[in-house]
């Protein structure tokens, strides 16, 4: 699997949206729709091992083994019954939409700090963006959800300084992983959101994963 930029990323589901779709995207159209250069574009194509995009767009149009987003972001969107999984997390937003509600990723999701808590707001639900565990100890308002965003859930002790933080002050505790072997915290947290990993897709969807399943579920509420 290719280690993929945010900017790569929305290439790709862009362009297998225009698939999925039955649309023909020229290589400056896709670029007009994700707002870059053609030149980005090209370069993606032979980071993946291709010759260029005519090569790469027409691999993925005529490989039927080829998942394309509407696969990706429904049938493997989450472990376990999707519909299950996200009207629990829908019923727990709704629960905690007058709270103050705290989102953190460790700092390493950049692109979801600014997305999550921007769709949270659109139904007058706050939610702030926080990795300080000083910063969540000092806060004096009502605690409602605190969700934790991990890829990959680590014991370092940031984390766990905030996990105790919140477990303390009675937060809602929300995980959405790809996995949690080991953790020392998982029997404090109130709902596990795993995001489904596809080892055949060959760029990393973790992120418009969880934007993808956090939409749905805000959706639901």
């Not at 020229?26 to 090209?42: F, G, Y």
């Not at 493997?76 to 629990?88: C, P, S």
Request: glycine fraction near 4%.
């Amino acid at each position: 699997m290719f280690d993929m930029t945010e900017i790569e990323n929305l290439i790709m589901d862009t362009m297998l949206r225009n698939i999925t779709q039955n649309k023909n995207v020229s290589l400056k159209e896709l670029a007009k729709q994700c707002h870059v250069v053609d030149s980005t574009i090209v370069k993606l194509s032979k980071k993946l091992g291709y010759s260029g995009y005519i090569e790469m767009y027409y691999h993925y149009l005529n490989n039927n083994n080829i998942k394309t987003s509407k696969d990706v972001f429904n049938e493997n969107l989450v472990v376990g019954d999707l519909n299950e999984v996200v009207q629990d997390f829908a019923s727990i937003i709704l629960e905690h939409a007058k709270d103050k509600n705290v989102i953190s990723d460790g700092a390493k999701y950049p692109l979801l700090g600014l997305y999550l808590p921007r769709k949270l707001r659109l139904f007058d639900i706050f939610a702030a963006y926080s990795y300080d565990y000083e910063l969540l100890d000092v806060m004096h308002f009502k605690p409602g959800m605190y969700i934790l965003i991990q890829k990959r859930i680590s014991n370092d002790m940031a984390l766990s300084e905030m996990l105790k933080i919140a477990i303390k002050k009675g937060y809602h505790i929300i995980l959405i992983t790809c996995g949690m072997d080991d953790f020392a915290y998982s029997d404090f947290v109130d709902m596990t959101i795993q995001i489904q990993e596809d080892a055949s897709c060959p760029i990393d969807l973790w992120e418009p994963k969880v934007m993808v399943f956090f939409r749905k579920s805000i959706c639901g509420i």
